[in-house]
């Protein structure tokens, strides 16, 4: 079945650190590919997204690029900051279905 | 503003109640979810509805009721029969036929 992989965390930097978290995936086909973040206390917001091979989504500074060669979506970003401490979850979707795969989290912790 | 509210943020239970948790949207949107976020197993769907009158059973269903008389509403009733009910559970709404997944701020529901 379908399935997604995170690197395990917490990842902890110091602030305008570069950032990569890795996800990889299983599946046939192509689905399309997301990012979501979880800050402290609170629901999920989508950060970025990708519906097909070699797309790059981006927003707030973080970047993936959809790799169908290597089924990964990886997270970076050049310069983190404290306030980009949250738990960051990879997911997938097939197209005509309505639920998402998640990733099990990553935690990113920023200090000063 | 639009959105998804979930009440209470902090719900407790004893043992062998019933407890019903609210996830209420004004964007909308056709389709609702709920997952449940236990710490180090990221999401799992308990159930989703993809219209009013409808909805199928997620990965985790077991213990776990739902009902979907009106678009704006999707409450989850958490039963006696979930033997480890203690999780923080997010309700998420999108349009249907769409991928991005709206998110609720959770109820966190605990066990005395």
């Known amino acids: 079945g379908n399935s997604v992989t995170q690197m395990e965390g917490p990842v902890t930097l110091s602030e305008e650190a570069f950032l990569t978290i890795n996800c990889t995936y299983t599946?046939?086909?192509?689905?399309?590919l997301f990012w979501y973040v979880q800050y402290p206390g609170e629901g999920l917001q989508l950060l970025l997204k990708?519906?097909?091979?070699?797309d790059k989504g981006s927003n707030k500074g973080f970047e993936a690029t959809y790799r169908k060669e290597t089924t990964s979506f990886h997270l970076e970003k050049g310069s983190v900051q404290v306030s980009d401490s949250a738990v960051y979850f990879c997911?997938?979707?097939?197209?005509?279905?309505?639920?998402?795969?998640f990733g099990k989290g990553t935690m990113l912790l920023v200090s000063p | 503003d639009g959105g998804i509210t979930q009440s209470p943020k902090y719900l407790f239970r004893k043992e062998g109640q019933n407890v019903t948790l609210s996830c209420e949207q004004n964007?909308?949107?056709?389709?609702m979810y709920w997952y449940r976020q236990d710490p180090g197993q990221g999401l799992r769907l308990i159930y989703y509805?993809?219209?009013?009158?409808?909805?199928q059973k997620g990965d985790i269903a077991e213990g776990y009721s739902v009902s979907r008389e009106k678009k704006e509403s999707f409450p989850l009733t958490v039963t006696s029969a979930q033997k480890n009910p203690t999780a923080f559970y997010l309700c998420?709404?999108?349009?249907?036929?769409?991928?991005?997944?709206?998110f609720g701020p959770g109820t966190r529901l605990l066990v005395l």
């Open positions: 998420a709404s999108s349009i249907a036929g769409q991928e991005t997944q709206y």
């Open positions: 599946a046939t086909g192509y689905p399309s």
């Open positions: 990708a519906t097909k091979a070699d």
């Open positions: 997911a997938l979707k097939w197209s005509g279905y309505s639920t998402l795969t």
């Open positions: 964007l909308n949107h056709d389709a």
């Open positions: 509805s993809q219209i009013v009158n409808d909805f």
